[in-house]
């Protein structure tokens, strides 16, 4: 079940610097390892955006190689109460989006998750969201999973 060339549901190549608040992380592990990250991802940058009815969290890895970027992307409606929700495929309330830029010649190649878990904390007197993620995707008959995933994203505008 892959989607390739699509947009995300907010577009990581606007995240070119490397925008985060100090106090902001986004880590997790990759399950096989993978050429531009090895099996630890940790965000250079780091997005919470609320638009129409959606919120996103996104972290993009760029790791010092001109062009190239790796990002984890989960989108939920603003209203889904705080807790664990499960993750589902594209076209689903909850869903998740993987994406590969592995060198400046390529292209991007867009994976939604197969499946996963969501469990999200926010903290509106801080306009912070803390977040645990675990999500598979499917690409060239391979799984990939991302575990141990853990975010704290700050936002500018109310969370």
Request: hydrophobic residues 35%.
């Amino acid at each position: 079940m892959q989607d390739f060339n699509q947009e995300l549901e907010f577009t990581v190549s606007n995240l070119t610097e490397k925008n985060r608040h100090p106090d902001d992380y986004f880590t997790a592990t990759i399950t096989p390892p993978l050429p531009l990250t090895g099996d630890h991802f940790e965000a250079d940058s780091i997005m919470y955006s609320a638009i129409g009815t959606n919120s996103a969290i996104t972290g993009r890895f760029d790791g010092g190689v001109p062009n190239s970027y790796l990002a984890i992307q989960v989108v939920f409606p603003q209203g889904l109460p705080d807790g664990e929700h499960e993750v589902g495929p594209a076209g689903s309330a909850i869903r998740g989006t993987f994406v590969f830029h592995p060198t400046a010649s390529s292209s991007s190649e867009h994976v939604r998750a197969k499946k996963g878990k969501l469990h999200i904390e926010r903290h509106p007197n801080l306009n912070s969201i803390n977040a645990a993620i675990e999500m598979e995707f499917e690409y060239q008959n391979e799984t990939i999973k991302v575990s141990n995933g853990k975010v704290h994203a700050t936002s500018d505008n109310p969370i």
